[in-house]
T-cell receptor
Framework: AQSVTQLGSHVSVSEGALVLLRCNYSSSVPPYLFWYVQYPNQGLQLLLKYTSAATLVKGINGFEAEFKKSETSFHLTKPSAHMSDAAEYFC???????????FGKGTTLSVSS | DGGITQSPKYLFRKEGQNVTLSCEQNLNHDAMYWYRQDPGQGLRLIYYSQIVNDFQKGDIAEGYSVSREKKESFPLTVTSAQKNPTAFYLCASNLQGQTAPLHFGNGTRLTVT
């Protein structure tokens, strides 16, 4: 069965610092992976997705993620954090049958000035 | 603008009452989903529907019911059998295909006392 594990429920960085949010997946088939962002009391917005094309995926707002099969990882990075990046981030994998997503428990990113 | 509308944004009910959460989309998407979000637990799949008049149970369907009579609408009923109904409920939709990203509504926060 598919699953994702997000390491670290809370990450704090300074403005301008590197952002690294970790996601490891488990899948019996080649996975389709997603990162979403959620601002307080809102729905989720798609940041980027991996669909077995390029292993380095670029998304919106300067975020990118690298698919590493050998490490079963899909970590999200941004070279320089901005105050507006403070939010909750979710990694997700497509269920093996159908189109529903299985989400990780989320990582809250705090950015300090 | 196309999107997903969830109403109301906040909902209060007494224990023992059934309550129906509305979800409408004008994106012409075939598939629709209901997720429940609790702090620190990520999003958990309640029900999903890939076509009109058909739906499947997700991981936590007990105490919930849905219908899909129209392509645009996928209401969720939280019944009195749901032991812990207070949560943030998110509706989503997407086109058919495992690489199609989910589009989310802004959620309904249900409080049952």
């Amino acid at each position: 069965a598919q699953s994702v594990t997000q390491l670290g429920s809370h990450v704090s960085v300074s403005e301008g610092a590197l952002v690294l949010l970790r996601c490891n997946y488990s899948s019996s088939v080649p996975p389709y992976l997603f990162w979403y962002v959620q601002y307080p009391n809102q729905g989720l917005q798609l940041l980027l997705k991996y669909t077995s094309a390029a292993t380095l995926v670029k998304g919106i707002n300067g975020f990118e993620a690298e698919f590493k099969k050998s490490e079963t990882s899909f970590h999200l990075t941004k070279p320089s954090a901005h105050m507006s990046d403070a939010a909750e981030y979710f990694c997700a994998v497509v269920k093996s049958r159908g189109t529903a997503l299985i989400f990780g428990k989320g990582t809250t990113l705090s950015v300090s000035s | 603008d196309g999107g997903i509308t969830q109403s109301p944004k906040y909902l209060f009910r007494k224990e023992g009452q059934n309550v129906t959460l509305s979800c409408e989309q004008n994106l012409n998407h075939d598939a629709m989903y209901w997720y429940r979000q609790d702090p620190g637990q990520g999003l958990r799949l309640i029900y999903y529907s890939q076509i009109v008049n058909d739906f499947q149970k997700g991981d936590i369907a007990e105490g919930y019911s849905v219908s899909r009579e129209k392509k645009e609408s996928f209401p969720l009923t939280v019944t009195s059998a749901q032991k812990n109904p207070t949560a943030f409920y998110l509706c989503a939709s997407n086109l058919q295909g495992q690489t199609a990203p989910l589009h989310f509504g802004n959620g309904t926060r249900l409080t049952v006392t």
